[in-house]
């Protein structure tokens, strides 16, 4: 038997500032954008995105259509790192995202496992950009 996790919900605020966000902030891909006919429910769309290369887990951009979900925005992860974003390029995704204007939480910083550092998506979730060391 053979499983994946095929794809990962991220609650957002609005659509297009998130495909922004991904594909030219973190240089995602944006794997499908697909209006969703749902009665009540205008404006749903079915939005998938993947780092470049990624043969697996997407992201699944969901906007928060209730008060529960617009709450849960950016807390996903109740405070702590939600998601690990690897890298074979840590110092040119570091920079690309900065120019972007990406919000770190702190400075690059090298660890036994590897160079890593916490940034913030644009809801507020935490993230880990890491690139391991050949070790690990």
Known sequence: MSQIIGALTLLVADYDQAISFFTQG????LLEDSQLEEPGKPGKRWVRVAPQGAAGTALLLARAATPAQQAAIGQQGGG??????ET???WGDYQRMQAFGVHFCERPRHEP?????VFEDISGNRWDLLQRTAAN
């Open 113 to 117: 496992y590897g160079t890593v550092v």
């Open 26 to 29: 973190l240089g995602f891909v």
């Open 80 to 85: 702590r790192v939600l998601l690990f974003l």
């Open 88 to 90: 074979d390029d840590f």
